[in-house]
Nanobody, 119 residues
Framework: EVQLEESGGGSVQAGGSLRLSCSHT????????VAWFRRVPGKERERVAR????????VDIDSVKGRFAISQDHAKTRVYLQMNDLKSDDTGLYYC????????????WGRGTQVTVSS
């Protein structure tokens, strides 16, 4: 069974930084991708970034490119989302998800961690 657990959310002032961490356990042959999604007020859930466990990653939201970066540890059991120069529009619930790269990386989900950015 694949399990995902997020940590690292919190409250920060605009311009500040946070690093989210996603610990993932379990394995299936179809799992080759871990992603961060977010749900911000007034918007549908959107994928922020994803990483291919064998290497390679993308940042999928134009407004966070250059500010957010996704990475994984050497053991490939933890995926990070480094968020810099945070803005109030980044406030929301951030989820870690995993699955197949070409299937949207969203078969398994964590419970989410709240990020609140005050201006």
């Amino acid at each position: 069974e694949v399990q995902l657990e997020e940590s690292g959310g919190g409250s920060v002032q605009a311009g500040g930084s946070l690093r989210l961490s996603c610990s993932h356990t379990g394995y299936t042959t179809s799992l080759n991708c871990v992603a961060w999604f977010r749900r911000v007020p007034g918007k549908e859930r959107e994928r922020v970034a994803r990483i291919y466990t064998a290497g390679g990653n993308t940042v999928d939201i134009d407004s966070v490119k250059g500010r957010f970066a996704i990475s994984q540890d050497h053991a490939k059991t933890r995926v990070y989302l480094q968020m810099n120069d945070l803005k109030s529009d980044d406030t929301g619930l951030y989820y870690c998800a995993a699955g197949g790269w070409f299937a949207g990386c969203s078969d398994y989900w964590g419970r989410g961690t709240q990020v609140t950015v005050s201006s």
